[in-house]
Structure formats: structure tokens, C-alpha cells
């Protein structure tokens, strides 16, 4: 069978595979999105394989020059591909993403300098999309007992994003309030990323991360959970309550939910800042 022929089959194959496989979700979650988001993905996993596919027709040995500088543009053009499918598919594509960019001890290096962007340019959900996930989780009230709001979150990840905000008694939480359609469209994403990784592990039998589709598929259900988020700080605050620099906040049930997660604001630093913590006595070699 010729090349080009090949690679025919392998683009209609990914398609008809993964339009079947996830067909049933979409239709039980409602999301016409759904539909463009597979696309978007399928069309992108088709492109790096024959990208691929036709790059390494013919190529010298692993050990020759010529090798390493065709394969480095490769891989360069699929992360580019990967890192424009993750902008525009948002949500559970931007968390994969963000993976992918801190594996740089297994990936190509450029795979992991073009995807690591992901981790300070996730996209942002307006003050409007944040209170309706607080309404329609906690009650058309909940607004009411804050005092404060702020409009600008202090941190925005793939999931969701961080506002400072104060209740009318004066306490200072920190509320996390997930993105609003992430939760309805990770059940096609997840079926997605695991079809188009099973079929690049059919196409290179050599593909060794399955298990990063296996890995979403298990934990990102527990990650959208922020209840469950909720008692686990709890539970850690409780077996780490003898380490003094350590702090956890504290959890406010009364403004949480699966989609919201509401805390007691604390000044930090980051768990990598060296420079934080030497100034504030905490030992960096423990």
C-alpha cells in the first residue's frame, strides 16, 4: 500500500472512529459545541500524523545529522498544532496541555517549550459567567452576603479562577469558581483525547504515553469535584498541622459546591520561589 494511500485511510479512519465514539455522549449531553471541539481535535491529530508519516519516509539513521534537524522541525510544527487545539478547545485541552509542557524529562524539548505558555495564558471567564455558576449552584442570594467582589481574578487556571472577595462580616476568602461549560464538555474531550491517542499508538506502535489519556480520564472527574477538593485540604490541614510554616485554609461550606470552592485568603509565596522562603525563614531543604 502506497503513502499516500495510507494515510487516506488513517485520516478517515480517526474520524469514523472517533465520530462513533463519541456520538452517544453528545447527544446526552446536548452539546452542539461538542461537535466542532471533536473536529477541531480529530483534524489536528490527522495533520500531525501525516506530518510525521511523511517527514520520516526515507529518513537516515536516528544517529545522522539530517535526522535529528528534520525531526526537530516536526516536532516543532505538531506542538504548534497541538498548542493552537489547546487555545481554542479551552478547558480539559488546556489542563493536557499544560501537562504535556512540564514532561521535559520524556518529550522533545520543543513540545515542551512551546506548551508550557499554557501555564500563565489560561483564558479568563467574566465576572457576569462567575456569578451565574454561584447562583445557580448556591442560590440566587449568595451574592448578597459579599460585601466585596473583585472583578479581576488573582489567579486563572485551565479549570477555573480565583477572586478575592469579603463577606459582610469582614472575612476574606478566596473563591474559586470553575469555568462553566468545562464540566459539561469534558466528557466529549476525554472520549476524544482517548481515541486520538489510542489511534497514534495504533499508527506508532512505539507511542508510549496511553497513559496520559488514561491518567486524564481518571482524575479530571475528581479535579472538577471541588467538594471533594474541599475535604481532601481538609484532611491534609489536619495530617501536616504540625509542620509551622505550613498553612492550609480554611474551607466555607456555606459558599461551596462541586463548581465553587470557597477559602480563607492567606498571603504566600510559591511552594519554587527560594528567594520567598529564605526571607521568611522557611527551610528550603526539607
Given at each position: 500500500m502506497g503513502l499516500k494511500r495510507l494515510t487516506k485511510l488513517l485520516a478517515g479512519g480517526v474520524v469514523a472512529l472517533g465520530a462513533g465514539g463519541t456520538a452517544a455522549t453528545l447527544i446526552v449531553h446536548g452539546d452542539d459545541a461538542g461537535f466542532l471541539r471533536f473536529g477541531r481535535a480529530a483534524m489536528t491529530g490527522i495533520a500531525i500524523v501525516i506530518d510525521y508519516k511523511m517527514s520520516m519516509r526515507n529518513l537516515p539513521s536516528e544517529n545522522n545529522d539530517k535526522y535529528q534537524s528534520i525531526m526537530s522541525l516536526v516536532h516543532?510544527?505538531?506542538?504548534?498544532?497541538?498548542?493552537?487545539?489547546?487555545?481554542?478547545?479551552?478547558?480539559?485541552?488546556?489542563?493536557?496541555?499544560?501537562?504535556?509542557?512540564?514532561?521535559?524529562?520524556?518529550?522533545?524539548?520543543?513540545?515542551?517549550?512551546?506548551l508550557k505558555v499554557l501555564h500563565d495564558n489560561a483564558p479568563e471567564t467574566s465576572k457576569e459567567d462567575v456569578f451565574r455558576v454561584m447562583k445557580e449552584d448556591l442560590g440566587e442570594e449568595i451574592l448578597s452576603e459579599f460585601e466585596t467582589f473583585e472583578e479581576q481574578p488573582i489567579g486563572t487556571a485551565s479549570l477555573a479562577q480565583v477572586h478575592k472577595a469579603v463577606l459582610k462580616d469582614g472575612t476574606v476568602l478566596a473563591v474559586k469558581v470553575q469555568h462553566p461549560k468545562v464540566k459539561a464538555n469534558s466528557f466529549v474531550?476525554?472520549?476524544?483525547?482517548?481515541?486520538?491517542?489510542?489511534?497514534?499508538?495504533?499508527?506508532?506502535?512505539?507511542?508510549?504515553?496511553?497513559?496520559?489519556?488514561?491518567?486524564?480520564?481518571?482524575?479530571?472527574?475528581?479535579?472538577?469535584?471541588?467538594?471533594?477538593?474541599?475535604?481532601?485540604?481538609?484532611?491534609?490541614?489536619?495530617?501536616?498541622?504540625?509542620?509551622?510554616?505550613?498553612?492550609?485554609?480554611?474551607?466555607?461550606?456555606?459558599?461551596?459546591?462541586?463548581?465553587?470552592?470557597?477559602?480563607?485568603?492567606?498571603?504566600?509565596?510559591?511552594?519554587?520561589?527560594?528567594?520567598?522562603?529564605?526571607?521568611?525563614?522557611?527551610?528550603?531543604?526539607?
Amino acid at each position: 500500500m502506497g503513502l499516500k494511500r495510507l494515510t487516506k485511510l488513517l485520516a478517515g479512519g480517526v474520524v469514523a472512529l472517533g465520530a462513533g465514539g463519541t456520538a452517544a455522549t453528545l447527544i446526552v449531553h446536548g452539546d452542539d459545541a461538542g461537535f466542532l471541539r471533536f473536529g477541531r481535535a480529530a483534524m489536528t491529530g490527522i495533520a500531525i500524523v501525516i506530518d510525521y508519516k511523511m517527514s520520516m519516509r526515507n529518513l537516515p539513521s536516528e544517529n545522522n545529522d539530517k535526522y535529528q534537524s528534520i525531526m526537530s522541525l516536526v516536532h516543532q510544527r505538531s506542538a504548534s498544532r497541538l498548542l493552537e487545539l489547546c487555545s481554542r478547545n479551552g478547558g480539559c485541552f488546556i489542563k493536557v496541555g499544560q501537562h504535556i509542557g512540564s514532561l521535559d524529562y520524556l518529550l522533545p524539548k520543543e513540545y515542551v517549550n512551546t506548551l508550557k505558555v499554557l501555564h500563565d495564558n489560561a483564558p479568563e471567564t467574566s465576572k457576569e459567567d462567575v456569578f451565574r455558576v454561584m447562583k445557580e449552584d448556591l442560590g440566587e442570594e449568595i451574592l448578597s452576603e459579599f460585601e466585596t467582589f473583585e472583578e479581576q481574578p488573582i489567579g486563572t487556571a485551565s479549570l477555573a479562577q480565583v477572586h478575592k472577595a469579603v463577606l459582610k462580616d469582614g472575612t476574606v476568602l478566596a473563591v474559586k469558581v470553575q469555568h462553566p461549560k468545562v464540566k459539561a464538555n469534558s466528557f466529549v474531550d476525554m472520549n476524544t483525547m482517548e481515541i486520538l491517542v489510542k489511534t497514534v499508538a495504533w499508527i506508532f506502535p512505539s507511542f508510549s504515553f496511553l497513559w496520559l489519556a488514561d491518567e486524564t480520564k481518571r482524575n479530571l472527574p475528581l479535579e472538577l469535584d471541588f467538594e471533594f477538593e474541599g475535604k481532601n485540604a481538609e484532611r491534609v490541614s489536619s495530617m501536616l498541622s504540625y509542620i509551622p510554616f505550613l498553612k492550609v485554609p480554611k474551607i466555607y461550606w456555606k459558599f461551596s459546591s462541586p463548581r465553587v470552592l470557597s477559602m480563607e485568603f492567606c498571603e504566600g509565596g510559591r511552594a519554587d520561589d527560594r528567594s520567598y522562603m529564605l526571607e521568611h525563614d522557611i527551610p528550603v531543604e526539607q
